[in-house]
């Protein structure tokens, strides 16, 4: 039969690897900037624009969609078309795909700092940029599908299965969870309120971690580890079933992020069996990677690829082991909201997504440039200083992760919490934060020394944007007869796709309907009312500064979290949250129950000077707030939004909304002159925000173990 002749396209995934380490330099310096301002808070440097709850969800943003993104897309590009023998289904979708993708990021890299922000975790950025997402991944999955159907290869290799899944998946996640109600031009309100809004959003929320950071790496597991080690796969019947397994099971796991929240527990429970039930995929896909060399342990040891690969697949190893053990619920109790959960998600984004893009970008740069890399020393070097940055960064967040947890939960002799202040367990941890720190600077060192080496092994090659290749057509019309039943499927992409979808779509549909459509699962409390038209304002202010990166606002049903922080959270006390605000780290204390337990004038000098108010604090200023006035022209668009949402403000409301907004304020501003003879105009941004904090878990009243004692003896 005679060859066809074509190229493959370089240039794209040229761009691709550019982006990858431009972009992997600017989000760890801005973790590592994130990092310092824990225990050295100067380093906020006292603007609106670089404040923790600012930057926080711009590192985020940046090293999962930027880095870890234009990885992905550097690796897909390179393989798939190899894989399947082909050029790229469209050159002009493929562009539109990288600038597309490289606009996504600048428009984040702007508006975080800015303060545009949903709050939803890894889902942070606005319906507008939200929308652009969207768009772009259709756009990735036409050229990707494009070009399966267009292969010269009859069978997909495993890789592209796992291409297939990760795109139909965020695809599924990206359009449930971003679900949202524009209010005006870069600020909206997610459709989901509370207890709905918090099951969807860590089904998103850890589903993202499983289809954006887990399965395409996979995928590139399966391609680049056995050529650089120059071996086949371990064993192909392995990875059919840690493919199907996987992709079903990890979709039902995302409650084990809400264990003893207000969550239904029969939710909490099927993520737990299913988070445990994930060790076996998980480790199946490890062992099939690691096995694949076998009998190569000494070109292990003197090709730094391959230990960037090994480690990468260890590290896999280790993170989906550890996470299926935190979604036990007696080792969730100990671990939730504290710096052993920020370690966990570091080894998997480190060793698993860092090191194996390292390893991807070193074995392809050299093969593109058509050279050899300029230094396998200096990529030695990296390898180890970046070893032991990971080491550096996750272990002193276990010893403050659990710290802080038996801090939290200790009582004295007498009954009562040991470390009643909440500012006691921050200090105790604080050496902890400086270590990490060290740790991200090795690391951070590292990928300085891998850019290095790179842009010197491409200037010392040849760049060869279209490399010629030949292959035989695919012979389409031609009838396949025998071979293993999963071949079949690997012969139709369009079944093998559809397969996949209803895979990942079984448990988010069996999980989210019950929760949204049987009343009994979010009791209602009659005594739970919206939030006035000021405390609105105020709770968008805190949703702007970030406020939930620190404090959650669901304290457990744990005696240790009752007795510090108030009532347990109820489930009826946020069907009007839109979005949720529960939180997942507690840098600070919880907030849920903060309403009335401190004057407004406590407020008022604690968001303008925190360490004078709490001494050791390491929450920064915000005299922003004080200078800058609440915009009430929004008021009635905001009220209108949130009755349409569900919230049951009486028709016509909002044209008395600003009315009451500045009663209200008023008071607040009179309260502060009484308090403590503070001059505060009514309508600045600092009154809102004491408005929404004064409100918060106020809207039930708990009877004390004085006034049931009471209400007995009358009653004798």
């Known amino acids: 039969m005679e060859l066809e002749k074509f190229s493959y396209d370089n240039k794209i995934v040229k761009y691709f690897i550019i982006a990858t380490v431009i972009f992997g330099v600017v989000g760890m310096l801005v973790g590592l900037t994130a990092a310092i301002q824990l225990f050295y808070p100067i380093f906020n440097f006292d603007t609106a624009y670089t404040t923790f709850g600012r930057i926080r969800p711009l590192h985020t943003n940046a090293v999962i969609f930027a880095f870890v ?23 002009a979708l493929s562009w539109i795909n990288f600038w597309g993708w490289q606009l996504i990021i600048l428009a984040a890299a702007i508006s975080l700092p800015m303060g545009f922000t949903t709050s939803k975790e890894y889902a942070e950025l606005e319906w507008p940029i939200d929308i652009a997402i969207t ?18 290869e009859k069978h997909m290799y495993v890789a592209i299965w796992f291409y297939i899944a990760t795109f139909v998946t965020v695809a599924v996640l990206h359009v449930v969870n971003s679900f949202e109600l524009p209010v005006s031009f870069m600020k909206s309100y997610s459709w989901y309120a509370g207890v709905q809004d ?41 990875s059919i079933i840690h493919f199907w397994s996987l992709i079903f099971i990890y979709i039902w796991a995302g409650p084990h992020h809400l264990l003893y929240s207000a969550l239904p527990d029969w939710a ?40 960037f690969m090994v480690v990468a697949v260890t590290a896999y190893g280790m993170s989906t082991f550890e996470g299926p053990m935190l979604s036990l619920k007696n080792v969730n109790a100990i671990a939730h909201f504290t710096d052993w959960i920020v370690a966990h998600v570091h080894v998997g984004g480190l060793g698993w997504n860092g090191f194996l893009t390292f390893g991807m970008l ?7 440039w058509n050279t050899k890399l300029h230094s396998v020393r200096l990529a030695n070097i990296h390898f180890w200083i970046g070893t032991l940055g990971i080491i550096f960064y996750a272990l002193p967040l276990y010893v403050a992760g659990i710290t802080q947890s038996l801090m939290w939960k200790e009582f004295n002799p007498e009954g009562f919490l040991e470390y009643k202040n909440f500012l006691e367990t921050v200090v105790q941890i604080l050496p902890m934060y400086m270590l990490r720190a060290v740790g991200g600077s090795l690391y951070l060192t590292g990928v300085f020394i891998m850019t290095y ?25 031609k009838k396949h007869v025998g071979g293993h039943w999963h071949s079949v499927l690997e012969r139709k992409p369009v079944l093998f796709t559809i397969f996949t979808t209803v895979a990942i779509v079984i448990g988010g549909v069996i999980e989210m309907v019950p929760t949204f459509l049987i009343k009994s699962n979010v009791p209602t409390i009659s005594s739970v009312k919206p939030y006035s038209p000021l405390e609105l304002h105020g709770r968008d202010l805190y949703v702007r500064e970030g406020c939930v990166s620190c404090h959650s606002q669901m304290i457990r049903p744990f005696r240790s979290e009752t007795e510090r922080y108030g009532e347990y959270s109820k489930a009826g006390e946020f069907v009007y949250d839109h979005p949720f605000l529960w939180g997942s780290k507690r840098t600070g204390p919880d907030l849920h ?11 008022y000098y604690h968001m303008l000077d925190p360490a004078a108010v709490s001494a050791g604090s390491i929450m920064p200023p915000y005299p922003w707030l004080f ?38 304020a008023q008071q607040i501003a009179k309260n502060l002159k009484e308090q403590d003879g503070i001059e505060v105009m009514p309508e600045t941004e600092i009154v809102a925000l004491i408005a929404y904090l004064q409100r918060l878990g106020t809207d039930i009243k708990v009877k004390t173990e004085s006034q049931s004692s009471k209400l007995e003896s009358s009653n004798q």
Request: avoid cysteine.
């Open 627 to 664: 200078e800058s006035v609440i915009d009430i022209q929004t008021t009635a668009d905001k009220v209108s939004a949130m009755r349409i949402l569900g919230v049951p403000y009486e028709e016509g409301y909002e044209e008395i909304a600003n009315e009451e907004l500045m009663a209200q």
């Open 593 to 603: 129950r903060v309403g009335g337990k401190y004057p407004d004038s406590w407020h």
């Open 362 to 368: 070193y074995w392809m740069v050299p093969r593109m």
């Open 69 to 91: 993104g234009n990885a992905i897309f550097a690796g897909v590009y390179y393989s798939m078309q190899r894989l399947l023998k082909t050029r790229m289904f469209s050159d």
């Open 135 to 152: 768009l772009i991944w259709v756009v990735f999955g036409i050229n990707m599908i494009g070009t399966i159907l267009k292969r010269r």
């Open 268 to 307: 909490q429970s099927l993520g737990v069996v299913f988070s445990v039930m994930l060790i076996a995929p998980s480790w199946g896909g490890m062992l099939n990677g690691l096995l694949t060399l076998r009998g190569a342990w000494d070109k292990v040891r003197e090709d730094p690829i391959l230990k």
């Open 198 to 238: 918090a099951l969807v959003q860590w089904w998103y929320g850890h589903n993202a971690v499983a289809f954006f950071l887990t399965t395409p790496f996979l995928g590139l597991m399966y391609y680049f580890l056995p050529k650089a080690a120059n071996r086949p796969v371990y064993s192909y019947k392995l």
């Open 453 to 477: 080496n790179l842009v010197k092994t491409a200037k010392s090659g040849s760049f060869e944007a279209n490399e010629a290749a030949e292959a035989a057509p695919l012979e389409k019309h």
